[in-house]
């Protein structure tokens, strides 16, 4: 019997492919930090990948994606920072972000250049997961 359900997954592994998805190697583009901000044009998010604009988070991630030169990898991403705090919850909810990612507030964005590399000597206390487990206590 043992066999036979080897079998069975060999046919269907044939005829309906493996179930991962396939990329290049050489088009993945790993996010290291992130910048979210809402701003006249909607929420605007910047990274060392790339930007996007959308009217939501989830706009401003296809627009990313879809603006990149490769494939884009949020849950890479070690750092976000948060210029508008009304994004925390929409960027939670996502299911975008790694929880271990560590949060930061700013006033405004900066330039994606030697960001991941300042933050990285000025660590957060605060990650995703910290956020998502407030988010239930309130």
Request: one cysteine or more; proline letters at 3%.
């Amino acid at each position: 019997m043992k066999w036979g359900y080897a079998l069975a997954a060999v046919v269907l592994t044939c005829v309906f492919g493996l179930p991962f998805s396939e990329y290049d190697t050489a088009s993945l583009l790993p996010i290291k930090t992130i910048q979210a901000a809402r701003t006249a044009d909607g929420v605007t998010l910047v990274s060392e990948v790339g930007q996007g604009v959308g009217a939501s988070w989830s706009e401003a991630v296809a627009d990313l994606r879809e603006n990149a030169s490769g494939e884009v990898f949020f849950d890479t991403a070690e750092q976000i920072v948060f210029c508008s705090r009304s994004l925390v919850d929409e960027a939670l909810e996502s299911g975008e972000l790694r929880p271990s990612a560590q949060v930061y507030f700013a006033r405004k964005l900066r330039r994606p250049e030697g960001l991941h590399e300042y933050l990285s000597a000025h660590e957060s206390d605060l990650t995703v997961a910290d956020l998502r487990a407030q988010q239930y206590y309130i």
